[in-house]
């Protein structure tokens, strides 16, 4: 099992710029979230679904967009870029909701 | 949300036991504690939990307190690749049924040989 791929490791687009965050996991995971993460911060819930066609809003969903159209992939959209989103952006699985979840590499985003 | 308190910074020996506290005083009595650690910006990556008694795996034991208020991590023989950021967490329900891990800002443990 590779486990929480993301995709781009790293990424930098200027102000209004659109972009997709990739992520998937190969463990047959119901739940899948992302979370963002400050610089001294801890993590902070985005979006998160309990399967596919299911998504519900976090703590920060403003300025983010996201899909489940299959178990595996659970993308995340940046539709105009700021820069106040410039952060570490994670995505997690787990089997149900109450196991534990487990994080993906990571993509680092810089917006100008 | 329960919020959780740590010190922002520990030091520790190598092969001794390292033990990273915890302030949770306002759980709730149906939310668990967990511990993640993140290494060089990696992702987080799962230690251990616990809702009330004591926990143990291969990598580290958890001790809550009775009234639930703070609980202890501890690693028994610390080696220098666990120099890491460790988070106290509680996992919070949702009124969706979703299940969200509120983290704070960590315990930066630092192990020296």
């Known amino acids: 099992n590779a486990g929480v791929t993301q995709t781009p490791k790293f990424q930098v687009l200027k102000t209004g710029q659109s972009m997709t965050l990739q992520c998937a996991q190969d463990?047959?995971?119901?739940?899948m979230s992302w979370y963002r993460q400050d610089p001294g911060m801890g993590l902070r819930l985005i979006h998160y679904?309990?399967?596919?066609?299911?998504?519900d809003q976090g703590e920060v969903p403003n300025g983010y967009n996201v899909s489940r159209s299959t178990t595996e992939d659970f993308p995340l959209r940046l539709l105009s870029a700021a820069p106040s989103q410039t952060s570490v952006y994670f995505c997690?699985?787990?089997?149900?909701?109450?196991?534990?979840?487990?994080f993906g590499p990571g993509t680092r985003l810089l917006v100008l | 949300d329960a919020k959780t308190t740590q010190p922002t910074s520990m030091d520790c020996a190598e092969g001794r036991a390292a033990n990273l506290p915890c302030n949770h005083s306002t759980i709730s009595g149906n939310e668990y504690v967990y511990w993640y650690r993140q290494i060089h910006s990696q992702g987080p990556q799962y230690i251990i939990h616990?809702?009330?008694n004591n926990e143990t795996n291969e990598m580290a034991s958890l001790i809550i307190t009775e009234d639930r208020k703070s609980s202890t991590l501890i690693l028994p023989h610390a080696t220098l690749r666990d120099t890491a950021v460790y988070y106290c967490?509680?996992?919070?329900?949702?009124?969706?049924?979703?299940?969200?891990?509120?983290f704070g800002t960590g315990t930066r443990l630092l192990v020296s040989p």
């Open positions: 967490i509680v996992r919070v329900g949702m009124n969706t049924g979703f299940q969200k891990l509120v």
């Open positions: 463990m047959n995971h119901e739940y």
């Open positions: 679904s309990v399967g596919a066609g299911i998504t």
């Open positions: 616990g809702l009330k």
């Open positions: 997690a699985s787990s089997t149900s909701v109450l196991e534990t979840q487990y």
